[in-house]
């Protein structure tokens, strides 16, 4: 009797062990797959995150690239200085991209006399005309601003330049009817104005906020 009760407390107890084993190892087999889970999320979202920075850190670089033509050298026809944009770090340049045929670009010139009348002699301002007619020359628009007495800088641009410039701001850069006039602050960064001619007053108005402001 003794013997029969050893045995099937023995059978119980192996039992018990068993199924608590059993419990252990299931529970384990269900605690895996979510770390694993867990890992391949970890390893879905780095190469995302990767993505995400290298995406970003190429358009801040670009910002804070200058345009092709700053640097491009060019000739002031009056004097026969060699001359870049990049010269005038630190000043308020004005420019107006035309052609000696256009009666709207002379008129306009005339406004930017009057501006420079308002202003005064300044350090920090500059006048650039800038000749985007491939087919004039340096000699000619040397006696055309001589004729018409403005006597700030003019230069003739290249193919490169006028390309440049109507990539950065648009064709409409290249048709000087329109008279195309931008202002680059003290910063290097460019601002086109309203197409059409703009009077002295207005030319103020535009640009007396970039000279005001401290580089």
């Keep these: 009797m003794k013997t029969k009760q050893f045995l099937l407390y023995t059978l119980i107890i192996m039992a018990l062990l068993i199924t608590a084993c059993g419990g252990s190892i299931s529970a384990t087999e269900e605690a895996m ?4 889970a867990t890992e391949v999320m970890m390893d879905e979202e780095t190469p995302a995150a990767d993505a995400a920075m290298s995406k970003e850190t190429p358009a801040a670089d670009t910002m804070m690239e200058s345009p092709a ?3 491009a050298p060019l000739t002031d026809v009056r004097t026969g200085q060699i001359f870049t944009i990049n010269d005038f770090k630190g000043k308020v340049v004005l ?3 035309l052609a000696m045929w256009c009666p709207n670009c002379k008129k306009q010139q005339g406004q930017v006399q009057a501006l420079h009348e308002l202003l005064g002699e300044r350090d920090d301002f500059i006048s650039l005309g ?5 087919n004039e020359n340096s000699a000619d628009l040397k006696s055309y601003v001589e004729s018409n007495g403005f006597d700030w800088l003019y230069t003739v641009a290249t193919t490169e330049i006028a390309q440049d410039i109507s990539k950065h701001y648009g064709d409409q850069f290249l048709n000087p009817p329109s008279t195309p006039m931008l202002i680059i602050d003290r910063h290097g960064e460019a601002h086109p104005l309203p197409f059409g001619i703009k009077s002295a007053d207005e030319l103020l108005k535009f ?3 970039f000279l005001d402001e401290a580089i």
């Design 33 to 36: 797959p979510h770390a694993d």
């Design 69 to 71: 033509w700053y640097s």
């Design 95 to 97: 420019v107006e991209t």
């Design 130 to 134: 800038l000749d985007i007619d491939l």
């Design 207 to 209: 640009i007396q906020p």
